[in-house]
């Protein structure tokens, strides 16, 4: 490939993203390696390695494009817990306090909404990693009306608390609770998950074009949801 020839994937590196591949990197890993027109963060033999620390969406065309010829590690992180750190618009400290959200391994249904299709590529897995991170937020009146115009400059790790690996589509049904009913609708998912009922929408859609539930029925409004489709 010409060295002239326009990549995809090679904006400047925010901090967290920088980090979680120093983090992941082993020795005898290539990283930043040009493949097909994209740029690969890592590369260990055979396996490609990439990190996406938000909107999983942005890698549908990437992703199409090399899963059916190299098996991918997609890595993505949620924030366990986070630290808002305030600074002045020219990056001076001004407080630090620990946020109350609290993320959980469910909350990557968020973004696998946007992917729900690739979950079965067998060449696939999604990595998800808890983390404790720092949110930098500046004062420099550029963010949105509900941080009062604070931009979020960007995010820093802490530690990696945990990782967890989904090599099969059907692992994702190990997020599910135990004891949920069956067949269960929207409102029942957010219950036993604790969860917004938002968020019990997304992981029932994701789901379903997974093709790892189907819908079987309603009950009064709401779709009632089984684990597995039929033949």
Request: aromatic content about 6%.
């Amino acid at each position: 490939m010409n060295d002239s020839s326009p990549l995809i994937g090679t904006l400047a590196e925010k901090s967290l993203h920088a980090a979680l591949k120093e983090w992941l990197a082993q020795s005898g890993d290539q990283q930043e390696v040009r493949l097909d027109n994209f740029v690969i963060d890592i590369v260990r033999g055979d396996q490609l390695i990439e990190i996406q620390t938000r909107h999983l969406g942005a890698m549908k065309r990437k992703l199409a494009r090399l899963l059916p010829h190299h098996p991918i590690q997609l890595v993505h992180p949620i924030a366990a817990q986070k630290w808002i750190v305030r600074q002045t618009a020219s990056g001076q400290p001004i407080s630090r306090r620990k946020s109350p959200k609290k993320g959980r391994l469910i909350d990557i249904f968020t973004e696998l909404v946007r992917i729900p299709h690739l979950l079965h590529e067998p060449n696939l897995t999604v990595t998800v990693l808890l983390t404790h991170q720092d949110e930098i937020w500046r004062d420099d009146g550029q963010g949105s009306w509900r941080r009062k115009r604070w931009s979020i400059y960007d995010h820093h790790l802490l530690e990696v608390v945990s990782q967890h690996d989904f090599q099969a589509a059907a692992d994702w049904l190990t997020l599910l609770p135990a004891d949920l009913p069956q067949p269960f609708t929207n409102r029942e998912l957010a219950a036993a998950l604790n969860c917004r009922p938002n968020l019990a929408q997304k992981i029932t859609y994701t789901l379903r074009h997974a093709q790892l539930i189907e819908v079987v029925g309603k009950k009064g409004n709401a779709r009632l949801h089984k684990i597995g489709v039929g033949d």
